[in-house]
């Protein structure tokens, strides 16, 4: 069964930075793209970011392109999300979600069939 | 970018009802649509990929139709623990992943 575990939210101020990491165990982590989704109270689902499943290729939604930095290590099979300048709007729970695979070095697009349990960021002065 | 809508935002049915979640993109995004459903304080769950292939272990009477921008998900005959929040998202990498705005199916 696939796991995928989110740390690393907490209260922060705005301006301030905070990292997120997801664990993920039971499947290949390295033949993956990985996504983070985040989740405001009461709101929609929300996409934020995407890295290959090399790390080689990397893209943002425009919200937090510049201040957000998508990272992966895979001889530790964990992806994180380092988030700067935070702004009282990324206040959400954040998701770790699993998406393509590489199969013969073709990218399979997946749709982001597991997820993690999520954690919550508050930005809040 | 790529724009999902969904409709309606709301609605109201019935335990054996059959209903139909409408899911429009600006732009095709051929069959690289999924439908997802989520419960309160729970992560979503992936439904239907690929615009109409159901997701191993979900039941047969969700079902998925569409491709390029115009996309429905349908019920069958509801059920009481179908009752959750809805949501479409495009996955054609040319684009961002992005997501519907949701629909809320309530009990009536």
């Known amino acids: 069964q696939v796991q995928l575990v989110e740390s690393g939210g907490d209260m922060v101020q705005p301006g301030r930075s905070l990292r997120l990491s997801c664990a993920a165990s039971?499947?290949?982590?390295?033949?993956?793209?990985m996504h983070w989704v985040r989740q405001a109270p009461g709101k929609g689902l929300d996409w934020v970011a995407v890295?290959?499943?090399?790390?080689?290729?990397?893209r943002y939604a425009d919200s937090v392109k510049g201040r957000f930095t998508i990272s992966r290590d895979n001889s530790k099979n964990t992806l994180e999300l380092q988030m700067s300048s935070l702004r009282v709007e990324d206040t959400a729970v954040y998701y770790c979600?699993?998406?393509?695979?590489?199969?013969?070095?073709?990218?399979?697009?997946?749709?982001?069939?597991?997820w993690g349990q999520g954690t919550l960021v508050t930005v809040s002065s | 970018d790529i724009q999902m809508t969904q409709s309606p935002s709301t609605l109201s049915a019935s335990v054996g009802d059959r209903v139909t979640i409408t899911c429009r993109a600006s732009?095709?995004?051929?069959?690289?649509l999924a439908w997802f459903q989520q419960k309160p304080e729970k992560a979503p769950k992936l439904l239907i990929y690929?615009?109409?292939l159901l997701e191993s272990g979900v039941p047969s009477r969700f079902s998925g139709s569409g491709s390029g921008t115009e996309f429905t998900l349908t019920i069958s005959s509801l059920q009481p623990d179908d009752f959750a929040t809805y949501y479409c998202?495009?996955?054609?990498?040319?684009?961002?992943?992005?997501f519907g705005q949701g629909t809320k199916l309530e009990i009536k």
């Open positions: 690929k615009a109409s």
């Open positions: 979600a699993r998406g393509d695979i590489v199969f013969d070095g073709t990218i399979v697009p997946l749709p982001l069939d597991h």
């Open positions: 998202q495009q996955y054609d990498t040319s684009f961002s992943y992005t």
């Open positions: 732009q095709s995004v051929g069959s690289w």
């Open positions: 890295i290959s499943y090399d790390g080689s290729n990397k």
């Open positions: 039971r499947f290949s982590f390295s033949s993956h793209s």
